[in-house]
């Protein structure tokens, strides 16, 4: 059974930086893209940056610049490191294969921006 946690998200004022870890119970790296999402209040969630197993990247627009992502298949781990950040970064994020597998949803990390 796959699990991903998702850490490191916090309080931080605009401008500000956080990194990003989502750790998978289960070897699911190697066999797919692996993609940083985030839901903010009264929204859908969406989809923000996605990395393939050889580290090719996508970005959406409002992220490309701020937001890098990463992973280590040996370590079972991918991260989105955060710079920059704006107040309508705020949301939880969750990491999921993409596209995304409904059993392996976990409950996300918190990320608020203060202006």
């Known amino acids: 059974q796959v699990q991903l946690v998702e850490s490191g998200g916090g309080l931080v004022q605009a401008g500000g930086s956080l990194s990003l870890s989502c750790a998978a119970s289960?070897?699911?790296?190697?066999?797919?893209?692996m993609g940083w999402y985030r839901q903010a209040p009264g929204k859908q969630r969406e989809l923000v940056a996605t990395i393939t197993n050889v580290g090719r990247t996508k970005y959406v627009d409002s992220v490309k610049g701020r937001f890098t992502i990463s992973r280590d298949n040996a370590k079972n781990t991918v991260y989105l490191q955060m710079n920059s950040l704006k107040p309508e970064d705020t949301a939880v994020y969750y990491c999921?294969?993409?596209?995304?597998?409904?059993?392996?949803w976990g409950q996300g990390t918190q990320v608020t921006v203060s202006s």
């Open positions: 999921n294969a993409d596209p995304p597998r409904q059993a392996y």
């Open positions: 289960g070897n699911i790296f190697s066999r797919n893209v």
